[in-house]
């Protein structure tokens, strides 16, 4: 069984039993995959970020189960392995939710495998339609900023927030696009930039620091931003940033669209208070790649992720609809209810 995905980057492959993850800490300089023949293969290339992304981690983690079950490991195990190998994107649980409740009824390994192709399958069919959906509310002419990776790299292909920019430009929509560099991973110079050179989508990039001056000097008319986990109310946590990016849009009459499937909604959670948020290590920020920037002995707080209110969010894209003026009521009406 091989993944029937059809986009032109492909994080993931499914390929005689094996997963190929495109190991992206090395691009732009190289496109070379790494193969997973085990779950802990894949936990660890989920930690160390060479797969990254919510749809995406939760796709690999899919895999990953089936590579347990392939080779008869305890899937108990292999699933509380992956489950610990990053905590802010719900998309993972899910996918290991999903997965753990077929083995606990009996299923087989090639029965789980279909299962993992089908997700992988799915995400992408979903971000299609989030892309038709999200640009659909994008006036001709637009200008739009966006923040992080969340294109064919970070999903099953197409991209969230970056497939709905890849659906807009397609339609003509779009004036200009502005992505941000997004320290310390740089998710947005190394990936979302390749990404939008390899579709030919004109793009300029600003530093972190630089998006709420942008939205003062030039005109833009939308944020566009995945996510990691939306709460019952909304709320969404996102790459670290993000919240700073809500603030200045609401500031400047700039509107901000959150682009996430259905897999990234955790009702189980009222609201954004509770999404757990990860911290890396300190070398993330006192080092650029081998070369120290900061003094030895820097004291670091380095959160990945934040949480933006739902108050300061226009409209949130999924697969199901658009959410417009986010609150539990409506959240509700198009995701579902937890009870
Ligand atoms: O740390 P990362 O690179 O996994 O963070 C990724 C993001 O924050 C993305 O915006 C989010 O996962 C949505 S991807 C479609």
Redesign the pocket.
Known sequence: MTSATSASVQALLWRDAALQLLDQRLLPAQERYLEARDAGTVARAIAD?VV??????GIAAAYGMVLAARAGADLAAAEAQLAAS?PT?VNLHWALARLGRLWRAGADAERLEAEAVRMHAEDLAANRAMGRLGASLIKPGSSVLT?????AL??GGH????GVIRSAWQEGRLAAVYHTE?RP?L?GARLTAWELAREEIPAQMIADGAGAHLMKVRRIDWVI????RIAANGDTA??IG?YQLAVAARAHGVRFMV??PAS?FDLQLAGGEAIPI?ERDAGELTAFGASAVAPAGTRVYNP??DVTPAALIDAIVCERGVIEKPDAARVAEVIGRTS
């Open positions: 970020m990254r992304g919510a749809p995406a981690i990053r994107a923040h992080c990776n969340t294109g970070a999903t991209g969230t927030a970056l997004t991973w998710q931003v995945g996510a990691d996102n790459k993000t682009v996430a990234t990860e990945v992720f």
